[in-house]
């Protein structure tokens, strides 16, 4: 018996609104129930020795262990992991007939790390923040009300008394957050350009970069409530678009307690195995975390193409949004009759309608990045993207400039669909690294005329062996002639060289795929280049680009630029 992860949630999280601890822990030895029920045992027995008796304890089950937890006081988080592990190790003791640990010395412990880590000023000024009606946001570092322009920051460690700060200068910004699969980058990018043409500056997050307006304050993954704190917290953001990633929702919970809007915009497997996570059942309810910040007073925003949110979300009391890419949803149409917020396409078109509103927003013949309807994915985002703006108070000449503007190319929308012609053939360049994201590649580049097609496809060894061979068989569904397989030697993360490859082909192999017709190669570069020499005038390379971007950009560029000058 042995926990594999134990961590602080400091915001609204997957088991609850409330901050607290959990451990992931393991049972092999006894039945998860019973280890379960030892644990909540000691668990309450320490809670209650410290004063923490209104903490309230959770648990989840997952095959073959348990996610363990408890909500704690937002000053005491490091101490309240300290008091779970005592729990797990005096429950393992105790199901194991092991020697138990000393209670009294643990919670001895324990309470000198809560007095430790006590912090008076930072609770004041939460209280005071919430009395005020604005967002307080703490961390190990700094503290701030208010949000974006109207936010106030200091180090935790030097906060003012709550009555010399000048609350009339304090306010909160509007705050979308999206979450999902797939989409989340290209839809925070649209709904920006959209923010762009009102003239309303939005700090965005994403897995590329912090930016406010047009300025990157900080380049690399920031989807999680790091990125959102420092959006958050800069003077310039005059509304808030936040990328919402799983990892950041499992390991701390959300940034922040509320929100004006929040997205979901689909769920399909990636990243499974990961903090108890087994399934898209379990996935979809991590995914359903941003809930918790809109369900008192906000708009959540929902795919109803996607079963599964549909299925999950039947109980849910807060207002809804739906949005579908088929007029004739059932959902979508059962919600529309009941005067609800919905999104979708008419004719060609994009509509909103909300009671008796019905608004013809756009002509999708008119949106670059749906490629004239072909990349159906990027339909479905620009749905998303629409029914958020309108929620964040954007006018609607703004939303259809920006939709309009924003161009599907590697400046607008980096490794996302990026589309080139390049001496008589057509070139897609994507980051897709799971099935649900290949497969809508796939299927848009089987939309598009070619005489023939190459896929080029690697994939990271974190992932499963059936989200491999997945990954395949979403690649298959664009009918290549040729697929250039490629090794990402720096992503093999515990697998043996060349495995993932072997995996890859070997699926390959099972769709109908001869040797002849795979070709395999170092890195996604070297695909790149193999993949030019392979084209003629009139096919369509569909590149699966996973590392290395800004270099295949370059290639690509170069490419094109010779391909024009020979006229």
């Not at 704690?72 to 729990?87: I, R, S």
């Not at 030097?158 to 909160?172: E, Y």
């Not at 989200?467 to 395949?472: D, H, Q």
Request: aromatic share 6%; hydrophobic share 40%; charged share 25%.
């Amino acid at each position: 018996m042995t926990f594999d992860d134990s961590r602080r949630l400091t915001g609204p999280n997957l088991f609850g609104p409330e901050p607290g601890a959990v451990l992931d822990a393991y049972v092999e030895e006894v039945s998860v129930e019973d280890a379960v029920a030892v644990w909540k045992h000691h668990a309450r027995r320490l809670l209650d020795a410290i004063g923490w008796n209104e903490s309230e304890l959770y648990t989840r089950r997952f095959g073959g262990g348990a996610s363990l937890g408890f909500s704690a006081p937002e000053d005491a988080l490091y101490a309240a992991t300290e008091l779970n592990e005592a729990a797990w190790e005096a429950a393992a003791a105790e199901l194991s007939g092991d020697e138990a640990p000393d209670e009294a010395s643990s919670i001895k412990r324990i309470q000198a790390e809560i007095d430790d880590e006590r912090n008076p000023a930072l609770l004041a000024l939460r209280d005071a923040a919430h009395a005020h009606g604005v967002a307080f946001l703490p961390d190990d570092d700094f503290a701030s009300v208010g949000l974006g322009s109207g936010s106030q920051t200091w180090p935790v460690d030097a906060l003012p008394d709550p009555d010399t700060v000048d609350w009339s200068q304090v306010h909160d910004v509007p705050v979308a957050l999206i979450t999902g699969t797939n989409g989340k980058s290209t839809t925070v990018r649209l709904t920006a350009a959209m923010a762009k043409a009102a003239a309303r500056p939005a700090g965005r997050c994403s897995t590329d970069y912090v930016r406010v307006g047009d300025e990157i304050v900080e380049r690399g993954d920031w989807s999680g409530p790091g990125g959102a704190r420092a959006v958050l917290r800069h003077e310039g953001t005059e509304l808030a678009i936040l990328e919402t990633a799983r990892g950041g929702m499992l390991r701390r919970g959300l940034a922040l307690r509320r929100a004006d809007v929040a997205l979901i915009t689909n769920v399909g497997e990636d990243h499974m195995g990961d903090y108890g996570i087994q399934s898209l059942d379990d996935l979809i309810e991590v995914k359903l975390t941003i809930r918790r910040a809109v369900e008192a007073d906000g708009v959540l925003i929902l795919n109803a193409d996607d079963e599964g949110l549909v299925r999950h979300t039947r109980d849910y009391e807060g207002e809804v949004c739906w949005f579908s890419l088929d007029p004739d949803n059932a959902v979508l149409a059962a919600h529309r009759q009941a005067g609800g917020r919905t999104c979708s396409v008419e004719d060609g078109a994009i509509v909103w309608t909300w009671g008796d509103a019905h608004e013809v927003v756009q002509s999708i013949e008119e949106i670059p990045i749906t490629l004239g309807g072909a990349a159906r994915h990027n339909v479905a985002n620009a749905l998303a993207a629409v029914a958020l703006a309108k929620e964040l108070g954007l006018p609607s000449d703004a939303i259809r400039e920006g939709l309009q503007a924003f161009r599907g190319d590697a400046q607008d929308n980096p490794g996302r669909g990026n589309y080139f012609e390049i001496g008589g053939a057509r070139v897609l360049v994507d980051f897709a690294h799971n099935p649900h994201g290949v497969g809508a590649i796939a299927d848009t580049a089987r939309a598009l005329p070619a005489e023939r097609r190459l896929v080029l496809l690697g994939q990271a060894g974190d992932r499963t062996d059936r989200e491999i061979r997945g990954l395949a068989r979403a690649a298959w569904r664009a009918n290549p002639d040729h697929v250039l397989i490629a090794a990402l030697a720096d992503y093999r993360r515990g697998r043996e060289t060349g495995e993932v490859p072997a995996l890859l082909d070997d699926e390959f192999h099972k769709l109908g795929a001869t040797s002849e017709h795979i070709t395999h190669v170092p890195d996604p570069i070297e695909g790149v280049r193999a993949a030019l020499d392979w084209m003629q005038p009139g096919d369509l390379l569909l590149l699966f680009v996973l590392t290395r971007r800004d270099e295949a950009f370059a290639i690509l560029r170069e490419a094109q630029e010779h391909a024009n000058a020979l006229g």
